[in-house]
């Protein structure tokens, strides 16, 4: 007897069946784990474990038609206090985006260099150092 998953997910072999939405349910070995797995498309999302037996298989697709992989809300934007107390928004946060009295956000330093720049001075003098030692060997 055949296992038929619904309309909206892809046979591909008895051991993987794929959603219209890219996420997987898959007999596999995951972090040495062998079972049923149920894969997000999100990579942030976490893979869910089921028994490697068809009734693990059947958990995974009702896992999934509750919706095991729905995401969770984001954490809230920290707001940042100004000189009275007051919470200030900044532009170029999900909740302040389209807030005209939002202040800019802090700009982030890209054009300061990475590392000071070499002392080239310094490079010659180590040479002419190199050179005196040698002239005393010789010499």
């Known amino acids: 007897m055949s296992f038929n998953p619904g309309k909206?997910?892809?046979?591909e072999?008895?051991?993987l069946f794929i959603h219209k939405s890219g996420t997987r349910i898959a007999k596999?070995?995951?972090q040495g784990t062998a079972g049923w797995f149920l894969m997000?498309?999100?990579?942030d999302l976490p893979v869910v474990p089921f028994p490697a037996t068809e009734a693990g298989r059947d958990q995974a697709f009702e896992a999934f038609g509750k919706g095991a992989l729905k995401k969770k809300p984001k954490k809230k934007v920290e707001e940042k206090?100004?000189?009275k107390g007051k919470p200030i928004k900044l532009k170029g946060t999900e909740d302040d985006e389209?807030?005209?009295?939002?202040?800019p956000a802090p700009a982030k330093d890209d054009d300061a260099p990475a590392e000071p720049p070499a002392d080239e001075d310094a490079d010659k003098d180590d040479e002419d150092e190199d050179e005196e030692e040698e002239d005393e060997e010789a010499g």
């Open 8 to 11: 909206e997910w892809s046979k």
């Open 28 to 30: 596999t070995t995951y």
């Open 81 to 83: 206090k100004g000189k």
């Open 40 to 43: 997000p498309v999100d990579l």
């Open 98 to 103: 389209n807030d005209p009295d939002a202040e």
């Open 13 to 15: 072999s008895d051991e």
